[in-house]
């Protein structure tokens, strides 16, 4: 699903290769911590590759560089949309609604059990799964690398415990009861 491992810590010869090897995995990175729609994780994605561009001969690691990039992009999306929610709802004096997903029914359903986790997990979760190491995620979250295997730990348990209550829900059943 992720970049491979190997790739993460090295630098490509060129950005375009660069390019070519992670826009796709960035653009999912900035899904799976928090972008509203894939239009919004997409622009997150261009705006970090341009940052890696203008930055490329200084940068060391551009997939950690370009992460960290994403998730400040996928903050400040949030931040304004947020803004201009309360501004509507000021103007309206009417709730509003929480964005849905353009997505099918499983993908919504696996990115509302992400969301529900704290974003702290969320963020190192979306890491882990772009096949970066804990190391290499402390360097990205600014956290110690025990710290980034705690959170790793307490998202894993949580996210199996929402799997487990989603498809007790969904079947009447326990998951391990059978068939």
């Keep these: 699903m992720g970049v491979r491992s190997q790739t993460l810590s090295g630098k490509p010869a060129t950005f375009d290769a660069y390019y070519l090897a992670d826009f796709r995995s960035l653009t999912w990175f900035a899904i799976r911590i928090g972008a ?17 561009l203008l930055h ?27 803004r201009r929610r309360d501004a509507e709802m000021r103007a309206a004096k009417q709730d509003l609604r929480q964005p849905q997903y353009p997505f099918e029914q499983d993908v919504t ?10 974003l702290t997990q969320r963020e190192v979760f979306a890491l882990a799964m772009d096949g970066f190491e804990p190391s290499e995620i402390a360097g990205i979250t600014g956290q110690n690398t025990a710290t980034v295997r ?9 996210l199996m415990r929402l799997m487990q209550r989603s498809t007790t829900e969904a079947t009447g059943r326990e998951a391990n009861d059978g068939p």
């Design 150 to 158: 705690s959170n790793l730990r307490h998202a894993r348990r949580k």
């Design 56 to 82: 490329w001969k200084e940068i060391e690691t551009p997939y950690a560089y370009a992460r960290t990039a994403v998730r400040c992009e996928v903050y400040r999306a949030k931040a304004r949309a947020a």
């Design 36 to 52: 509203s729609s894939a239009d919004e994780a997409e622009d997150a994605a261009q705006e970090a590759m341009r940052t890696v």
């Design 109 to 118: 359903r696996v990115l509302t059990m992400l969301n529900a986790l704290p």
